[in-house]
């Protein structure tokens, strides 16, 4: 079986603050990962993922995650807020080969002026 | 091309009717899911396609609730007997294996189900 925790439910940060959202997972198998985001109003997005390879994974709007197998963890990270970032942040994993996504409970960014 | 529609948007039902929502995937995607988001939480697991294997209802919470699809296309989530606990946002996804088994899922925009 395989769970995911989101240590924050809220984050609260100024503007161009940096952020730090993070998440644990446990699995017995080999795992792919993923961090999607929902605006306000919006459907679920893919903000980025891990798949194999370099650990440290880049989305198009300066956030990253670095995969931590030691630790099991997948950290998002941004080293600049902007208000139109606040939304709410899901982390995800699912084994390789397989099929359903487990997400953790989601962590609210709130950006302020 | 078009992402994962669904339907209705928006349903609001009577407690003990039964709802049937609709998922559209994206054409050509194999393996379709559906999920459930209760107010302030995470999404939940309910039920997989893939192809011409047997659905994963291993997430499905009770035997009201059940789902059909029809080879790759529409899928229909059925619940039965609706209670309020399961006033919630069906999202469906839909993703394709063919390339290496990513497991990159689509997600369409929800259906607001409001059981009073």
């Known amino acids: 079986a395989q769970s995911v925790t989101q240590l924050d439910s809220q984050v609260p940060v100024f503007e161009e603050a940096p952020v730090e959202l993070r998440c644990n997972y446990s699995s017995s198998v080999s795992v792919y990962l993923f961090w999607y985001v929902q605006y306000p109003n919006q459907g679920l997005q893919l903000l980025l993922k891990y798949l194999s390879g370099s650990t440290l994974v880049e989305s198009i709007n300066g956030f990253e995650a670095e995969f931590n197998k030691s630790q099991t963890s997948f950290h998002l990270r941004k080293p600049s807020v902007h208000i139109s970032d606040t939304a709410e942040y899901f982390c995800a994993v699912t084994s390789v080969g397989g099929g359903k996504l487990i997400f953790g409970q989601g962590t609210e960014l709130s950006v302020k002026p | 091309g078009a992402g994962v529609s669904q339907s209705p948007s928006n349903k609001v039902t009577e407690k003990g009717k039964d709802v049937e929502l609709r998922c559209d995937p994206i054409s050509g995607h194999t393996a379709l899911y559906w999920y459930r988001q209760r107010l302030g939480q995470g999404l939940e697991f309910l039920i997989y396609?893939?192809?011409?294997?047997?659905?994963?209802k291993s997430g499905l919470p009770s035997d009201r609730f059940s789902a059909e699809r029809t080879g790759e296309s529409v899928s229909t989530l059925t619940i039965q007997r609706t209670q309020q606990e399961d006033s919630a946002v069906y999202l469906c996804?839909?993703?394709?294996?063919?390339?290496?088994?990513?497991?990159?899922?689509?997600f369409g925009p929800g259906t607001r189900l409001t059981v009073t």
């Open positions: 996804a839909s993703s394709s294996r063919r390339t290496g088994g990513m497991n990159e899922q689509y």
């Open positions: 396609f893939q192809g011409n294997s047997a659905p994963d």
